[in-house]
């Protein structure tokens, strides 16, 4: 009922900065909060910036400063502006949404993206 696509990863130099889309498509869905993951090479998959249903925003004290999540709801798209990039956030980045999906009765769900690729040179 609901996917999510990510977009704009690459490769940069560390101090530049890039800035992740993933939009979610489908029917019958509603999405509530939304927000990116990343998972490093051999390490576990962390939380990097989310934006709850409701008000205010969640980052990794790593990235706070640095990155800036929003979300556009009227395309149920969520954006990740990564600026002043370091080496350290090499990994793949995953979309992230939590969505109520409507078939006989309504169910919560937590949806991710299929990741792109964010390379840090020094």
């Known amino acids: 009922q609901v996917q999510l696509v990510e977009s704009g990863g690459g490769l940069v130099q560390a101090g530049e900065s890039l800035t992740l889309s993933c939009a979610a498509s489908?029917?019958?869905?509603?999405?509530?909060?939304m927000g990116w993951y990343r998972q490093a090479p051999g390490k576990q998959r962390e939380l990097v910036a989310t934006?709850?249903?409701?008000?205010?925003?969640n980052y990794a004290d790593s990235v706070k400063g640095r990155f800036t999540v929003s979300r556009d709801n009227t395309k149920n798209a969520v954006y990740l502006q990564m600026n002043s990039l370091k080496p350290e956030d090499t990994a793949v980045y995953y979309c992230?949404?939590?969505?109520?999906?409507?078939?006989?009765?309504?169910?919560?769900?937590?949806?991710w993206g299929q990741g792109t690729q964010v390379t840090v040179s020094s």
């Open positions: 992230h949404a939590g969505a109520v999906v409507y078939g006989d009765f309504a169910r919560y769900l937590e949806i």
């Open positions: 489908g029917s019958r869905f509603s999405i509530q909060s």
């Open positions: 934006i709850p249903s409701g008000a205010g925003t």
